[in-house]
C-alpha cells in the first residue's frame, strides 16, 4: 500500500513538473509576442535619396499631402512586423496634388502613388490592418526619413494582451520581408498577372543591365579623367 501510494505521489510529481515546464515556456513565448507587438507600432522609413528637398503626411493609407521634389535611390519602408524594398522613387508633392512611383525589391514590380484633393490612391496597398497610419516623411539632399502611428498595431497589441492575433502575425519574424501585391491581387496564376509579371522582370532585366553599362562608362569617364589629370610621363 505503502509502495504503491509512493508511485502515485511521484507520478503527480512528474505531471506538477511537466505543467510547470510547459506553463513557463508558454509565458515565454506569450511575452516575447506582446513584446514583437509594442514593436510593430511605430512604423518607421529611412533610404538614401538625391535632388530637392520634400515632406509629406499621411491620416491613414488613403489621405496624403505634401511638398516638393526629390528622387530616393533605394529605402525601406515597415510594416508592423513587415517590411518592403524600394528602388527609384521618384517623389513630386505640391500640397493637394502629388505623385510618387517606384520599383519594389520583392518582386522588382512598379508601384505607383498618387494624390488629389488630400485623397490618396496607390497601386499596391499594405495589409489592411497596416492602413490606418498617421504619420509624416522627409526627403532631404542626402536622406530620406518616415515616422508613423501605426493604429492597427495598436489594435493588434491590446488583443494580444487577450491572446487574440488580427494581424495573424505571431508566428511571424520580425522583418520579414513583404511583397504587397499579394494584399492587393487575386489568383497569381491568372494570364494577365503572369503576363504582367513577365513584362515586370523583362523590364527590370534591361534597367539593371542599363544601370550596369552606365556605370561602367562613368567609371571609363573617371579614368579618362584621371589619365589627363595625371599624364605618364
Known sequence: MNERCHVISRNFLHFVLLLSVLSVSSGCTYAKRRALDLTDIVDVRYGISYGLAGVKAEITDYSAAGLGVGYSKTGQEWYGRRVAGVLNECFFHFVTFGFEDSTTTE?????TSVSAMFLQYREYRPPLIDRFR???EVL???IHLGLYLNTGEVYDFLA???NADPAGDDDISKGESIDLREFNEGDP???QTIARDKAEKEWAMKEAQRLAEQYEMEEKAKQER???KNPTP
Open 107 to 111: 518582386g522588382y514590380h512598379n508601384a
Open 140 to 142: 532631404l539632399p542626402v
Open 226 to 228: 584621371e589619365k589627363r
Open 189 to 191: 496564376n491568372d494570364p
Open 160 to 162: 494580444g494582451l487577450a
Open 134 to 136: 498617421v504619420g509624416a
